[in-house]
C-alpha cells in the first residue's frame, strides 16, 4: 500500500477543537500492509502528524486487515487526513519526533500516574475511588472520583417510606492497556460494596471502567460498564452514579457553576451572584462575574455592596434532573436542610455540568444523557473548601429500578403450553428464564480539566464534544476497496432503478429514526433498540404483546444499519447503528451466570424470553463497531462469546420444539447444534476471534466444522448436525433434509460470503453454494438435485440474496433474473397495512411508499433493506 488513504470527519466538517484525542479503525486490502508499524498519518496539506497505530485484525497471510489509529489533542485540527503505510518511521510503539506531544505513563507498586502533557491522573490500584487526583498543570482540579449506587429492597404499593442502602464502587484490578505515545488506556475492575458495614459485607454491580488519555489532552474519556447481578425480587436499584469532589479556594462569588440545558443553552451562575442586587458594585464587577474571570479587588468595588457581602445568600447545592426524554428540572438550595428554590426547566438537557473558581475546576459531560434517562448532575457543597459533584447515570429521583417479569406465568407450566402461549401472543415463556441477572449497560462520559472558569461558548463546545463526539473515518470507496465484510458497494444512484432502490433505503432508515422519536424508544435499558411489529388498530407498535415487542436483533437490523452506514457514510446512520450495539451487545445479552454468552429472543422485556440462543449474541452483529472504532468495550463482549459453544451442553436451543426429543441426549461428544442461526454464529465468534488475537483454537475450529459441512451429503441442506464439544468438529455421518427459513437471516449470508473468499475450500463452497442455489429453486430443480422439494420455504424477499450469490458466483444470468423476480414476489409479507404497494417495472421490480404509515415489521425492514443492499453488489448488473 503506498497510495493515501482517506481519513473524514464523519459529520461532514472539522471540529474546531478536538480537546481528548480520537481513534478510529480502519481497515486494508489483503497482504498490502505488513503491520501497523508502517502506518503513518498526514494531515490535508500533507504534513505528518503524530499518532499511533496497533493492530485489530490480521488476515489468514498474517498481513494487517484493520488498526486502530489514534491522534492527540489539538486546537485546530485539519479538515482531512490521509494515513499511508510505506514502511517509514514507526507510529505504534516509537516515541513521536522531538517537540511533538506525547502522554507518558508512570506504575508504581500503589498508582499509576498518566500525564497528557496537560492534565495529569492518579490512579490507585486498589480501593474506594477510580483515581485519586485529577490535575491541571499539576494544579489539583478533582480527587476522589467514585461509583455510587443505591439500593431499596421493595417498592410499595402504597405510599410509604422505603429505605435505601448506600454502597461505594471498590477497585480490585487495575491494568495498563495501552502505553502511548499517542494514546494510554487505563482498565480498572471491582464490585460494588456497602458504605455502612452493619449492611452486610455484600458485592454486587461488577463493573469496569476504562480511563482514556491522549498526548495534549485536557479532558479524558470514561466509559463505564456494569453488570445487573442482583436479584430482581429484591433488588430495586435506586441510584447509579459517578462522584467527584472538587477543591475550592476562591470567594464564593468567584466560584461558578455552568449547567447545560437545551439546545446549547446554559445556566451560568456564580455561588454567591452580584448582580440583580439593590445595589450596584459596579459594570466592570458584574460584567467579570458573568464571564467567570476574577472579579476585580473589593476594595475597588462600590462599598455599598462589599461591605453587605455576607447578607447575599450563596447558593451551593445545584440539580438538574432528566427523568423522561421530554422534560428536566433545575433548582438550587442554599445548603441542606433549607428549601429548594425552581430555577427552570426544559426538554432536553445536554448533560453536562462544570463547577470551577479563578484557580481552575472539573466539567463533566454524558453521552446520550437524556436519551438514556433518567439521569441527574448534582454539585453539592459549593460553599464550601471542598464541593462534590456527582454524575447520575440513573437518577435517585426516579422511580426504582424494577426489573421483576411482568406476568405470572398464566399457567405456562408445560412445554405443551408454553407453546400454545406462543401461538397467541409470540411469546416463548418459561418459568424462570425471564431473568435479567447477567445483563449489562454501558455509559461514556467525559472528564474536562480546566485552569479557570472557562466562557459559555467554549464549555458549549465541550458539551456537544461530549455528548456527539467527533469521529474519524474511512471513506465508503475506501472501506469497499479494502474487501472487508462482504457483499456491498457504496451507494450508486447512476440509474433511474438503481436510484429508486436507493430511495427506498433512505425512505426505510428515515423512518424507523423518526419512529424512535414519536415513539420515544428512549431509556435506561431500552435506548438503541426497536420494537419488533406495528398494531394496525391500535396504532401502536406492539409494546405489550409477548414476542411482538422490543426487537432484540431479530432478523438483523444491526446488520441492515452497519451496512447501510458502510455504503453512504452517513453520521445520522452512523449513530443510530451505534446506539443499536451499545445496545444489543450489552442489554440483550448475559455476561454471567448460566446463559452467560446467550441473548434473548424479542420480548416485552429485553430478558423476557426464554429462548436465549447464540443468533442474538452473535460477534455478527459487534464486529462492525469494534473494527470500525476499535471500541476496547466492544472487545470485551467479543472476547465473552469465545468459549459460547459450550452453551450447548447446558442449553438447548430448540428443546421445546425437537423432533427427536424423545432420543436426544446431550452430552459432549454429540451436541445438537443447528448449520444456520447456531453455526452462523459460532463461525463468527472463530472468524472474529482468530481474526482479532490469531487463536490457534479459533482458528481449528472454524476450519474444521466448514470441512465438516462440506462433507456432510446435503451440505446446509442437513439442517443440523451433531458436535463433539472437545474436538470443535461435526459428525459427518447424517443424511437428512431439513431447511427453515431463519437459518439464513441472523448473519449466515455474510459471515458465508467472507468464509468463502477468505479460505480456500471447495467443498464448503460447493455446499453454501448448493444452499444458496436450491433455496428458492422450482420444486423440480430442488427434486432433481436432492431428492425431494425443500419444506419450510418463506421470507423469499430476504432469500433472494442467496440466488444472488449463487447467480454472480456462477455468472448465471437465468438465475439472476430469477434472484431480482424473487425479490419483488417476495414483497407479499409487506401488505398494503404495510404501507407498500408492488409495482412492477420492466425491468425491475421496487417497492414504492404510499404513505408514511410504520411497515408491519422491523423484521421485514431489515431484510428487505439487506436483499437490496446485497442484491445490488452481485447482480445489481442485471438490474440496470
Not at 235 to 258: C, K, Q, S, W, Y
Not at 525 to 550: C, I, K, L, P, S
Amino acid at each position: 500500500m503506498t497510495n493515501n488513504a482517506p481519513i473524514r470527519w464523519i459529520d461532514g466538517q472539522a471540529p474546531t477543537d478536538i480537546s481528548g484525542g480520537t481513534t478510529w479503525g480502519m481497515p486494508f486490502p489483503r497482504g498490502t500492509v505488513p503491520g501497523a508499524e508502517a502506518l503513518a498519518v498526514a494531515d490535508a496539506s500533507g504534513s505528518r502528524v503524530p499518532s499511533q497505530a496497533w493492530p485489530l485484525a490480521t488476515w489468514p497471510d498474517g498481513s494487517l486487515k484493520w488498526a486502530g489509529v489514534a491522534l492527540p489533542a489539538t486546537a485546530s485540527p485539519s479538515d482531512s487526513y490521509q494515513v499511508t503505510a510505506d514502511g517509514g518511521t514507526t507510529t505504534g510503539t516509537a516515541q513521536p519526533a522531538s517537540g511533538s506531544p506525547s502522554v507518558t505513563v508512570t506504575e508504581g507498586s500503589d498508582a499509576v500516574t498518566v500525564d497528557t502533557g496537560v492534565l495529569q491522573m492518579v490512579i490507585g490500584r486498589s480501593g474506594s475511588t477510580l483515581f485519586r487526583s485529577l490535575m491541571r498543570d499539576g494544579r489539583e482540579v478533582a480527587r476522589d472520583a467514585r461509583l455510587v449506587s443505591l439500593v431499596q429492597d421493595d417498592i410499595p404499593e402504597a405510599a410509604g417510606t422505603v429505605g435505601r442502602t448506600a454502597f461505594t464502587g471498590e477497585v480490585t484490578a487495575v491494568v495498563l492497556e495501552q502505553s502511548g505515545p499517542v494514546r494510554a488506556v487505563v482498565r480498572l475492575e471491582g464490585t460494588h460494596r456497602p458504605d455502612n458495614p452493619e449492611s452486610g459485607n455484600r458485592n454486587w454491580l461488577p463493573f469496569v471502567v476504562r480511563f482514556y488519555f491522549y498526548a495534549n489532552a485536557r479532558s479524558v474519556r470514561v466509559v463505564h460498564s456494569f453488570i445487573w447481578d442482583g436479584d430482581a425480587e429484591r433488588d430495586f436499584l435506586a441510584g447509579l452514579g459517578m462522584r467527584f469532589t472538587v477543591p475550592l479556594e476562591a470567594e464564593l462569588h468567584n466560584r461558578h457553576i455552568r449547567i447545560a440545558g437545551a439546545d446549547g443553552g446554559f445556566l451560568a451562575e456564580a455561588v454567591r451572584g452580584l448582580t440583580g442586587l439593590r445595589r450596584d458594585p459596579g459594570a466592570e464587577v458584574r460584567d467579570a462575574q458573568i464571564a467567570g474571570r476574577a472579579t476585580p479587588p473589593e476594595g475597588s468595588w462600590n462599598p455599598e455592596v462589599s461591605g453587605r457581602l455576607n447578607l447575599i445568600p450563596a447558593w451551593g447545592d445545584y440539580t438538574l434532573s432528566q427523568l423522561s426524554a421530554d422534560g428536566f428540572e433545575l433548582r438550587k438550595r442554599t445548603t441542606a436542610g433549607h428549601g429548594w428554590v425552581g430555577i427552570s426547566g426544559g426538554t432536553r438537557a445536554g448533560g453536562f455540568c462544570s463547577l470551577s473558581d479563578t484557580r481552575g475546576g472539573l466539567g463533566v459531560g454524558i453521552k446520550d444523557f437524556w436519551q438514556s434517562h433518567p439521569g441527574q448532575l448534582d454539585v453539592r457543597g459549593a460553599v464550601g473548601r471542598e464541593a462534590s459533584m456527582t454524575a447520575w447515570l440513573f437518577s435517585p429521583e426516579a422511580q426504582p429500578m424494577d426489573l421483576r417479569f411482568y406476568h405470572d406465568g398464566l399457567g405456562q407450566d408445560t412445554f405443551e403450553e408454553q407453546l400454545e402461549g406462543l401461538e397467541i401472543t409470540y411469546e416463548d415463556y418459561d418459568p424462570g428464564f425471564g431473568n435479567p441477572t447477567g445483563i449489562a449497560r454501558t455509559h461514556e462520559l467525559t472528564l474536562f480539566a480546566y485552569d479557570s472558569t472557562p466562557s459559555t461558548e467554549s464549555l458549549a463546545a465541550d458539551a456537544t464534544s461530549a455528548s456527539t463526539p467527533a469521529l474519524l473515518q474511512a471513506t465508503p470507496e475506501y472501506l469497499h476497496s479494502a474487501g472487508v465484510f462482504g457483499d456491498w458497494t457504496p451507494v450508486d444512484r447512476s440509474t433511474p432503478a438503481r436510484a429508486r432502490l436507493e430511495d427506498r433505503l433512505d425512505f426505510l432508515f428515515d423512518f424507523y429514526a423518526g419512529q424512535v422519536e414519536q415513539r420515544r424508544w428512549y431509556g435506561f435499558w431500552n435506548y438503541g433498540d426497536v420494537m419488533h411489529t406495528y398494531d394496525f388498530d391500535r396504532h401502536v407498535w406492539r409494546y405489550d404483546v409477548g414476542g411482538y415487542a422490543w426487537d432484540n436483533s431479530e432478523l438483523s437490523p444491526d446488520l441492515w444499519l452497519w451496512y447501510s452506514y458502510l455504503r453512504s457514510g452517513r453520521a445520522d446512520i452512523f449513530r443510530f447503528a451505534e446506539a443499536m450495539t451499545r445496545h444489543t451487545g450489552e442489554v440483550d445479552v448475559y455476561h454471567l451466570g448460566p446463559w452467560k454468552g446467550l441473548g434473548s429472543r424479542h420480548n416485552v422485556l429485553h430478558w423476557g424470553c426464554s429462548a436465549k440462543q447464540l443468533r442474538i449474541s452473535t460477534p455478527a452483529y459487534r464486529r462492525f463497531y469494534y473494527y470500525l472504532t476499535a471500541d476496547e468495550r466492544t472487545g470485551d463482549l467479543l472476547t465473552e462469546l469465545v468459549d459460547s459453544d459450550q452453551n450447548f451442553l447446558g442449553l438447548d436451543p430448540v428443546r421445546k420444539v425437537r423432533p427427536d426429543a424423545a432420543t436426544y441426549r446431550p452430552n459432549r461428544g454429540a451436541l445438537g447444534v443447528g448449520l444456520g442461526t447456531d453455526w452462523g454464529s459460532l463461525a463468527a465468534t472463530w472468524l472474529t476471534d482468530w481474526e482479532r488475537t490469531g487463536n490457534r483454537r479459533s482458528r481449528d475450529w472454524l476450519l474444521g466444522t466448514m470441512a465438516d459441512i462440506g462433507a456432510l451429503k446435503y451440505g446446509f441442506l442437513t439442517g443440523e448436525a451433531l458436535y463433539d464439544l472437545d474436538k470443535g468438529r461435526f459428525d459427518t455421518g447424517r443424511e437428512q433434509i431439513s431447511v427453515s427459513h431463519l437459518s439464513a437471516v441472523f448473519g449466515l449470508v455474510e459471515i458465508c460470503s467472507e468464509l468463502v473468499d477468505l479460505v480456500d475450500d471447495p467443498e464448503f463452497e460447493r455446499a453454501w453454494l448448493q444452499y444458496c442455489r436450491l433455496f428458492l429453486a422450482t420444486k423440480e430443480e430442488q427434486v432433481a438435485a436432492v431428492g425431494q422439494p425443500l419444506e419450510g420455504i418463506h421470507l423469499t424477499q430476504a432469500h433472494s440474496r442467496l440466488t444472488a450469490y449463487a447467480a454472480a458466483r456462477l455468472q448465471d444470468r437465468d438465475l439472476a433474473d430469477r434472484a431480482w423476480e424473487s425479490f419483488a414476489e417476495g414483497g407479499e409479507h409487506l401488505n398494503h397495512e404495510a404501507a407498500f404497494t408492488l409495482q412492477k417495472i420492466e425491468p425491475p421490480y421496487v417497492l414504492l411508499p404510499v404513505d408514511e404509515a410504520p411497515t408491519v415489521s422491523t423484521n421485514d425492514t431489515a431484510q428487505f433493506g439487506l436483499a437490496v443492499i446485497q442484491n445490488l453488489a452481485l447482480v445489481g448488473q442485471y438490474l440496470d
